[in-house]
């Protein structure tokens, strides 16, 4: 009986080595399926991050783009109405600063829709004034855009008729 107990205890010491390669080779397996899974996240990990470096600066452009747009506008804005106000000095130097009344008067049509002929440029130069000169601006004025408002109701009849 001694010589089977012998002869099973070595043939034990083979498979616990297969049975140990096995496993080392299922954790070789393991983490070469982990390192691939690895490599792939941080793959798509770079392009969504160049992805979004590209959409930064695009949107970048367009901001810088729009800012400019504004800039000039803002510009476009105050000449304007630094223009009126200068207008309006000439005026009220001739002595004709009686005629600014919510009637609708020429000077008042002269002063704030000069250049006006027709409809269409009537309600272009309305807009530009109504920029100028609301109240929700920070240099806005609501004593002259009510003027404005009772100018353009003027002449607007004016030119319906």
């Not at 000169?133 to 030119?159: C, E, R, S, W």
Request: one cysteine or more; aromatic letters at 10%.
């Amino acid at each position: 009986m001694s010589q089977p107990e012998k002869s099973s205890g070595l043939f034990q010491e083979p498979i616990a080595e297969e049975s140990l390669r096995s496993a080392l080779a299922k954790e070789q397996q393991k983490l070469e399926e982990e390192r691939r899974d690895f490599e792939r996240e941080k793959k798509e990990f770079y392009f969504r991050k160049k992805m979004e470096e590209k959409r930064l600066a695009e949107e970048n452009r367009l901001f810088q783009m729009k800012w400019k747009v504004l800039e000039g506008e803002l510009r476009d804005l105050a000449k304007e109405k630094q223009d009126v106000a200068v207008e309006k000095e000439r005026y009220c130097q001739k002595d004709e600063c009686s005629h600014f009344t919510f009637s609708g008067s020429t000077v008042e049509a002269e002063m704030f829709f000069s250049g006006v002929c027709d409809e269409l440029a009537l309600k272009k130069r309305y807009k530009e004034l109504i920029k100028i000169y609301h109240p929700d601006n920070l240099a806005g004025d609501t004593v002259t855009l009510q003027m404005i408002n009772k100018t353009y109701d003027f002449l607007k009849k004016q030119f319906s008729a």
